[in-house]
Structure formats: C-alpha cells, structure tokens
C-alpha cells in the first residue's frame, strides 16, 4: 500500500470493502452488531471510515460474513495494517487540510475553482513561498518552510508517469492579473501556468 495515502482514505476503502461483503451476506448492520456483541454505531462507523478497524476486526467480520477467499481477507488485513501508517506530509509538522492533501494523493482526477490564486498544485515555488508568506495568522519561518516544501511535494502527483492527476482548474480572470510577490514572479508563474495547460491531462480555464 502506498505510503502517500492518509490513514482516513486506508480507513474508508477498507470500511466500503466490508460493507459490501456485509450486503452480500445478507446481513444487516444490526445482525453484525448483535452477533459480534457490539453496538450498531461501531459498525455503521467502520463502514464508513470513521473508526479505525484492528486486524481482530476483519477477522471477525470475514468469518460472519463467510469470507474464505484468503486473497480478499489478505488485501483487507493489508488496509487494516497501513490505516495504522501516516501519511509523508505528517513529517512536516501540523500541516492544514492533512485530510484533504490525503484524499488527494489517491484521487484520479480534480476539478477546482479557484477565484483568489493559482491553486497550489500548479504554483512556482517563489509564487507558493509568496503566497505562504501571507498566511493569516503569520508564519514562523519553520512553519512556512514546511508548507512549502508540503506543497510543492503535492505537485508530483501531477508528474507521475505511472499515475498523473488529471487536474481541470477554472481560474477567475483576475487571478492572472493580480501580482503575487512581484511582476517578475508572476510572469514565471504565468508561464509555468502556460507550459502545465499544454499538458493532456491538465485542463486549465479562465472565467472573464
């Protein structure tokens, strides 16, 4: 299982596998609780990836549900196990919308609105490190440090031969016009934005 992945995106895969074996046992959550001697909400929370699921767990919940298919129960104790794992950002400190950076280093695609920046997959560094620099509640220089480098490791998704993001972004017009940093990190940025738009998995618009 990829590192990179959040333990909330393991967590929710792995709740989704076993709901549908749940389903096609012909067992309802409450059946599940009240043979496991559980309450209902653990269930209904496993399956939906709110409550971390032990390896005991899947055990348990493969036997009632007659899961002897030892490839299945193998790839289910597998995302129990890396649901325990963080993800590469956590090294950074107490990054902002960890979730979020999580949910995205496992998206196949994105489609984002962006009225106010370039968003931060398709930023310059200078043009991040700008942007950062303006942080609401200021930054400590370790702090912003760290984002940066957060951000601009987000970006390989974009790069990814294996797997690149396909990324649709729909800028507002004075995006492009307002200077963040100064002209010269603009106009670095307007062509960096430029080169990513030629890309065929990258769609980039303007809204006049």
């Given at each position: 299982?990829?590192?990179?992945?959040?333990?909330?995106?393991?967590?929710?895969?792995?709740?989704?596998?076993?709901c549908?074996?749940?389903?096609?046992?012909?067992?309802?959550?409450?059946?599940?609780?009240?043979?496991?001697?559980?309450?209902?909400?653990?269930?209904?929370?496993m399956?939906?990836?709110?409550?971390?699921?032990?390896?005991?767990?899947?055990?348990?919940?493969?036997?009632?549900?007659?899961?002897?298919?030892?490839?299945?129960?193998?790839v289910?104790m597998?995302?129990?196990?890396?649901?325990?794992?963080?993800?590469?950002?956590?090294?950074?400190?107490?990054?902002?919308?960890?979730?979020?950076?999580?949910?995205?280093?496992?998206?196949?695609?994105?489609?984002?609105?962006?009225?106010?920046?370039?968003?931060?997959?398709?930023?310059?560094?200078?043009?991040?490190?700008?942007?950062?620099?303006?942080?609401?509640?200021?930054?400590?220089?370790?702090?912003?440090?760290?984002?940066?480098?957060?951000?601009?490791?987000?970006?390989?998704?974009?790069?990814d031969?294996?797997?690149?993001?396909?990324?649709?972004?729909v800028?507002d017009?004075?995006?492009?016009?307002?200077?963040?940093?100064?002209?010269?990190?603009?106009?670095?940025?307007?062509?960096?934005?430029?080169?990513?738009?030629?890309?065929?998995?990258?769609?980039?618009?303007?809204?006049?």
């Amino acid at each position: 299982m990829a590192a990179s992945i959040d333990p909330t995106v393991r967590r929710r895969r792995l709740g989704a596998k076993l709901c549908r074996l749940r389903k096609a046992s012909g067992l309802t959550s409450a059946e599940v609780a009240e043979r496991l001697m559980v309450s209902q909400s653990k269930i209904s929370r496993m399956e939906n990836g709110r409550r971390a699921i032990s390896l005991r767990d899947v055990r348990d919940l493969c036997a009632l549900y007659g899961v002897t298919d030892q490839q299945v129960i193998d790839v289910l104790m597998e995302l129990a196990r890396d649901s325990g794992q963080q993800g590469w950002w956590h090294a950074h400190g107490d990054i902002p919308d960890s979730v979020y950076i999580g949910l995205e280093t496992d998206a196949a695609s994105i489609h984002a609105y962006e009225p106010l920046v370039i968003p931060g997959l398709l930023q310059t560094p200078a043009y991040a490190h700008a942007v950062i620099g303006k942080a609401v509640p200021p930054l400590t220089a370790e702090q912003a440090t760290a984002r940066l480098k957060v951000r601009l490791r987000r970006q390989h998704r974009i790069c990814d031969p294996a797997r690149p993001l396909r990324l649709w972004v729909v800028l507002d017009e004075a995006v492009l016009r307002r200077v963040v940093g100064s002209h010269d990190v603009m106009r670095e940025q307007l062509e960096h934005l430029n080169a990513f738009g030629a890309e065929p998995h990258i769609t980039v618009q303007v809204l006049p």
